[in-house]
């Protein structure tokens, strides 16, 4: 196995037009590596390309660990980076690898959907911005081309300031999401409500958020009905983690309770 | 100049009662001990296994060019190569070496390879080309059973079979297929001795039992191959059954070069036994003061494709199957079946696990149905001194502090009932589900006996060898220490019996020592211990007669008082004793399943105390209390290790441990799915040792490794019956379980 480590954007990209694996924290495809699922002969190792781990304002670097965003996140998205793994977990991978491996658990992607972020993307030959529902395209797929490197996330200037992730695992830490979710509110009632694990990609719950975005102060009973249809909307599967009437529920549950902690 | 009780006082630190430094536990923590994962050997090759990618198929061919064609690649055997028998098994030989015409489960051996490194022979092993037809897998137990594809079946008739109570409670349950999951997977390593033998170092409970069973396939004499112990990173069970050590061997002689095999963690939970999933049917008959009248039970255990210890597990399941209760009329029916699902074996427990949280859910309901406290219910009937196994018939002669336990556990402070409001205490943890507005707490009790040791007749003994030299005490055991201690408990023992302050355990292969019996049973400490014991005190015996003395210590032989000769001149001779301790003769059961069958027995209850999110069907066990009946407390800190490592275990089959077996294949074999409780989920745990002498173990020790685990799961499961009035009538209880009922 051939080992590239480049110091620039500009070189890992140029490795890459080469067909060469990036490697960032490696707690994806080492995984896979180990497995014998995958034998990449070329890998860029991308741990010493300083750019890519810088956190500019709105746009985090896709070298951005777990710890970091733990520490300094938006509130729902460090929440969410508690979850990833154990700390030497954390302390390896990065946002940016979570994105391009596009798992349907991936901790950090609900938070991505409910903001609408874009997906920063470079190739020897030019970047672009990839809005997250034109990049996620199913079971760990996405748009990119294999010449091209996630290089960041751009998130929105201002976030909502009521915003709540929560996880629904078999265990109380280092636990793969049977259900994961993030629950946003603006002060005018708008709401957004996205989940993990319940789709072949992160989603977006648009009908829930357009019933409860327009009730202003939401009675238990508008909460029971939010829940009903965040159930309806979400399509899971069963699978030896859990079941889909299991996850339909749980995602209808934790979005309830998530909305709930948005409006204290 | 100090007098003698000074210098006894000063010995503290490792005689019997203490609990000294583990002599392995600094180099454990500082990755300096050598582990089989560590052996390394000048010129060694790597192996691998080619596995079955089925659950039955019969094999049409199978091309091993590709393989031989890898630059590197030293040999690439099949069954054609095993040289000897070419089966293993430790009831009956019937588990392919490697498969020959039939694969009978997902995972198991086909094809082994040795090459220059491991990446390189684990690629050779997967370009084999084996074409397979494709058979359909029997999976379902039940079916099994009906068409009477079993290793064994049991019936335990005792007392009136025509009685019935005037309360009656019915029951069906379930116990996932829990793996032991040890941190070290299976490793070795093999040395040819240039002459035709080999010298095994490999992850093992029992290196004589594996020692037959090489012999036997490599078609040599016993002194041809030696079996050593070597450094074991966790056992549980797993490592009873023989897996990658005649591969090894097999490889060492064909290429005359010494073979290292490690499993990856996914190969370790195909290449190692699991505990017996079960189903199992009760029936409770009460009269209306709660006195049990009679128990009738239909146990199934799934032994998968090979019987590996099916039979044992069984049968221990069965004589176990009403718990530490009086009752004198009991039905059991036992079968353990024959499937195409991974090979079951030996796990902590072995069979009172499962029955344990069936026969502590009935005692639940029956008290229920009684109106009657459930501890009030367990302790009208329990099991006491000079009662009769309800099963076997046995009489208890040895001490069985049922009722101490169950006052001990009452007595024992609860915890705050102050839901937590720190997010991390809460139902879900990290994931911030749960809030404690939404938690329910409960409360659940369990009771569970065991036997120690092997029992049915089972010759089961220990040897261990005791020398005095300048250096101290050496006691040489072929015991396999796994992490619990061992090396520890023997010195200890030694120290204590023969007087002198430096005592070290030293491990020894199996053309050095008879056998020491399996690090299993919970039965090294009273067995080995035993052994240590007696040939420490005849070595004592006869240096203080050889020098008319009525003392020994580190100064040497004393008479009266005086020093009559100093150590030095005692070790210029040679002073060693070896003993060999057997229990109390046990039988094999009677065409009922009665007959003194069991050499001891050990009780113990938990209590525990969990937070539920109903909704979301989240678990967060609180607390689990415990007292045990340990006989005599030789090391109290290990003691409390086996004691929490056990309930940890236990909280791991209630909530979240298993392998999820579908048409044959595991769907988990990794630590992504397969989970183990994390820090996150560990309770806090109160124990208390109930020490009351009169078993036969060294100083009135008991077993104490495997009550921790027995009654632990049943409790957690009836703490959270009792938090959200579900049934939880299946173990692992699964979050669907809890909310969607």
Same mark, same amino acid.
């Given at each position: ?6 110091? @620039? ?22 995984? =896979? ?25 709105? @746009? ?19 929440? +969410? ?35 609408? +972020? ?29 010449? =091209? ?59 829930? =958020? ?22 309806? =909307? ?31 | ?6 210098? %006894? ?35 060694? !090759? ?9 659950? $039955?198929? &019969? ?53 082994? #390879? ?38 064994? &079946? ?59 069973? #090489? ?12 079996? $050593? ?20 061997? !097999? ?21 190692? #036994? ?10 409770? $008959? ?16 799934? /032994? ?88 076997? /018939? ?68 220990? *040897? ?27 010195? *200890? ?68 008082? %005086? !020093? ?38 050990? #009780? ?83 124990? !208390? ?44 209880? &699964? ?7």
């Amino acid at each position: 196995m051939d080992t590239q480590y480049p110091k @620039t954007i500009d070189e890992a990209v140029s490795a890459l037009s080469d067909g060469a694996t990036p490697l960032a924290g490696g707690t994806d495809l080492m995984v =896979e590596v180990n497995f014998g699922h995958r034998r990449p002969d070329h890998v860029v190792a991308l741990r010493r390309v300083d750019e890519l781990a810088e956190w500019d304002g709105s @746009t985090i670097g896709a070298g951005v660990t777990w710890r970091r965003i733990e520490l300094e996140g938006p509130k729902a998205l460090a929440e +969410a980076a508690r979850t990833v793994g154990s700390p030497q977990i954390r302390n390896a991978g990065t946002i940016g690898g979570n994105v391009a491996t596009a798992s349907p658990a991936g901790d950090g992607l609900p938070f991505l959907a409910a903001v609408d +972020a874009s997906i920063e993307v470079r190739s020897a030959t030019g970047s672009r911005s990839i809005q997250w529902d034109e990049f996620f395209l199913g079971v760990k797929k996405t748009a990119l081309e294999a010449d =091209e490197l996630v290089t960041g996330v751009d998130l929105p200037e201002d976030l909502p300031e009521r915003q709540a992730f929560g996880k629904v695992g078999v265990r109380n830490a280092m636990v793969i999401a049977t259900v994961c979710c993030v629950v946003t509110r603006e002060l005018d009632g708008l709401t957004r409500v996205a989940l993990g694990s319940v789709a072949p990609t992160p989603m977006r719950a648009r009908q829930s =958020e357009e019933m409860i975005s327009a009730v202003a102060r939401p009675s238990e009973s508008d909460l029971a009905e939010f829940a009903r249809l965040v159930a309806a =909307e979400v399509s899971p599967i069963t699978d030896h983690r859990s079941t889909a009437e299991y996850r339909r529920h749980a995602a209808g549950v934790l979005a309830r309770r998530l909305l709930g902690r948005c409006l204290r | 100049m100090t007098t003698r009780t000074e210098r %006894r006082v000063g010995r503290t630190g490792g005689l019997i009662g203490d609990s000294p430094l583990r002599p392995d536990g600094i180099p454990k923590l500082k990755g300096e001990f050598e582990y089989a994962q560590d052996l390394t050997a000048a010129e060694m !090759l790597w192996g691998a296994t080619l596995r079955s990618p089925y659950a $039955h198929a &019969r094999i049409v061919s199978i091309d091993l060019a590709p393989a031989l064609a890898v630059g590197g690649v030293h040999a690439v055997l099949t069954a054609d190569d095993v040289p000897g028998r070419g089966t293993f098994g430790l009831e009956q030989p019937d588990q392919p070496v490697l498969a020959g015409d039939y694969v009978n489960y997902w995972g198991e051996p086909v094809v082994v #390879v040795a090459a220059e490194d491991q990446d390189t022979a684990r690629r050779a092993a997967a370009a084999v080309v084996v074409e397979y037809e494709v058979l359909e897998p029997l999976v379902d137990p039940e079916e099994a059973d009906r068409r009477d594809e079993t290793f064994r &079946r049991m019936k335990i008739r005792r007392g009136d079979q025509d009685i019935t109570g005037d309360v009656i409670v019915d029951g069906y349950y379930e116990v996932g297929m829990q793996d032991q999951a040890p941190l070290g997977t299976e490793a070795g390593l093999a040395i040819p001795d240039g002459h035709g033998g080999v010298d095994l170092y490999a992850t093992s409970q029992f290196v004589h039992v594996d020692h037959e069973q #090489v012999v036997a396939s490599l078609g040599l004499t016993s002194d041809q191959v030696r079996s $050593h112990p070597t450094g074991i990173g966790g056992a549980f069970g797993a490592r009873e059954d023989v897996n990658l050590h005649i591969h090894l061997c !097999l490889l060492a002689l064909h290429t005359s070069k010494p073979v290292k095999m490690v499993y990856h963690r996914s190969e370790s939970f195909t290449g190692h #036994v699991h505990r017996h999933p079960a189903r199992m049917w009760y029936r409770h $008959h009460a009269d209306m003061d709660g006195n049990l009248l009679r128990v009738e039970a239909k146990v199934l255990v799934d /032994g998968g494709a090979y019987a590996s210890t099916t039979g044992a597990v069984l049968a221990n399941a069965c004589y176990f199957a009403v718990g530490p209760y009086r009752c004198d009329s009991v039905t059991v029916d036992g079968v353990g079946t024959r499937t195409n699902n991974p090979p079951c074996g030996a796990m902590r427990g072995f069979g009172a696990v499962q029955v344990c949280f069936a026969h502590e859910t009935q005692m639940d309901r029956l008290a229920a149905a009684l109106d009657m406290d459930s501890l009030d219910l367990r302790r009208r009937n329990a099991l006491a001194t000079g009662d009769a196994i309800p099963t076997t /018939g046995q009489i208890i002669e040895t001490p069985l502090p049922m009722t101490e336990v169950i006052d001990s556990l009452v007595a024992m402070p609860m915890p705050d009932a102050t839901i937590s409001d720190s997010p991390l205490s809460l139902p879900g943890g990290t994931g911030l589900t749960t809030e404690p507005t939404d938690v329910s707490r409960g409360v659940g009790y369990a009771l569970g006996i065991k036997n120690l040791g092997f029992s049915e007749g089972f010759d089961d003994y220990a *040897q261990a060898r005791v020398r005095l030299t300048a250096e101290g005490a050496t006691v040489e055991t072929a015991a396999i220490e796994v992490g619990q201690g061992l090396v520890t408990v023997l010195a *200890q023992i030694a120290r204590s019996a023969l007087g002198v302050s430096r005592a070290t355990v030293r491990n020894v292969d199996t053309s050095m020592i008879d056998s020491a019996g399996s690090t299993s049973a919970s039965r090294q400490t009273q067995l080995s211990g035993g052994a240590t014991l007696e040939a420490s005190t005849r070595l004592r015996a006869r240096i203080l007669h050889a020098y008319n003395g009525d003392d020994l210590d580190d100064d040497g032989v004393w008479s009266e008082g %005086r !020093l009559v000769t100093p150590m030095a001149e005692i070790t210029e001779g040679s002073w060693e004793e070896t003993a060999t301790f057997r229990h109390p003769a046990t039988t094999e059961p009677d065409e009922n399943g009665q007959g003194v069958i069991h050499a001891d027995f050990a #009780v113990a209850g938990h209590r525990a105390v969990v937070d539920v999110d109903p909704e979301l069907g989240l678990v967060r066990v609180v607390r689990v209390d415990t007292a045990q009946d340990v006989g005599k407390a030789l090391n109290p800190q290990s003691v409390r290790g086996q004691i929490e490592g056990g309930i940890m275990q236990g909280v791991g089959l209630a909530i979240m441990e298993e392998l999820i077996v579908e048409d044959g294949i595991i769907r988990n074999p990794n630590f992504t799915d397969y989970l183990l409780p994390t820090i996150l989920d560990a309770p806090e745990v109160e124990a !208390l040792l109930i020490e009351k002498e009169g078993s036969w173990g060294p100083y009135g020790a008991k077993g104490v490794g495997e009550p921790p685990i027995i009654s632990s799961a049943a409790a957690v499961a009836a703490a959270i019956r009792d938090a959200t009035g579900r049934p939880i009538d299946r173990i692992p209880v &699964r979050p669907q379980d809890i909310a969607l009922l």
